[in-house]
Structure formats: C-alpha cells, structure tokens
C-alpha cells in the first residue's frame, strides 16, 4: 500500500507563503489522482486541493486564488504551494488518494504542521 511522507510546514507570518511536498512510495503514482487534507485543532479533517492523474486540479473555495496543486510523476511527489496565509489556515497537513479516502480505507502520514501567526 502507498505511504506518503509530507513536509514543509512552519511557522509563517499572516500573508506570507510555504511550498509543501509529498512524496508518495507507490510505483503507479502517475496514474493516480492525489489531493491535500488539513485537519485544524479541535475540527474534522478537511479536503483542500486535489490534482488527478490527467493533471486537472480543484480547490476548496476557502483556499481557491491562494494554493496551487502540483505534482512530477518522475518523483512521485504532490506539491501544495500556498500564499497569502492567514490565521485560518493553520493546521496539519496531509496528502492521500482521495478514492482512499472516500472508501474510508486509508492510512495517513505524519502530516506536516503549518502555523500561521504574527
């Protein structure tokens, strides 16, 4: 089974920008739709973006004009770049296979901790 492994969160000012990456162990990645999740404290885990195998992206309305959805099939690796952070976008960040998610058979990384505070 897949395992992904995020990173690049921080501690960031309101308005500033982070660049996330994950990369997944899977040799058929490139043939897989991927999405990022972020889960705040004391709320669900939400879906933010996700970027298909056929490289169509989609955003949440709450992140859409500042995130940008990426991946290289070469490296296996998802991107999540963000700008213009504000307060509400703290949280833990985390990346899967949105059918993963959907059937509820799903294992979750570490996560990667984003902080947006002055």
């Known amino acids: 089974q897949a395992q992904f492994v995020e990173s690049g969160g921080g501690l960031v000012q309101p308005g500033g920008s982070l660049r996330l990456s994950c990369v997944v162990s899977e040799r058929n990645f490139r043939f897989r739709n991927a999405a990022w999740y972020r889960q705040a404290p004391g709320k669900q885990r939400e879906w933010v973006a996700t970027?298909?195998?056929?490289?169509?992206?989609t955003y949440a309305d709450s992140v859409k004009g500042r995130f940008t959805i990426s991946r290289d099939n070469a490296k296996t690796t998802v991107y999540l770049q963000m700008t213009n952070l504000k307060p509400e976008d703290t949280a833990v960040y985390y990346c899967n296979y949105p059918s993963r998610v959907v059937s509820g058979d799903v294992t979750w990384g570490q996560g990667t901790q984003v902080t947006v505070s002055s």
């Open positions: 970027n298909t195998h056929s490289l169509t992206t």
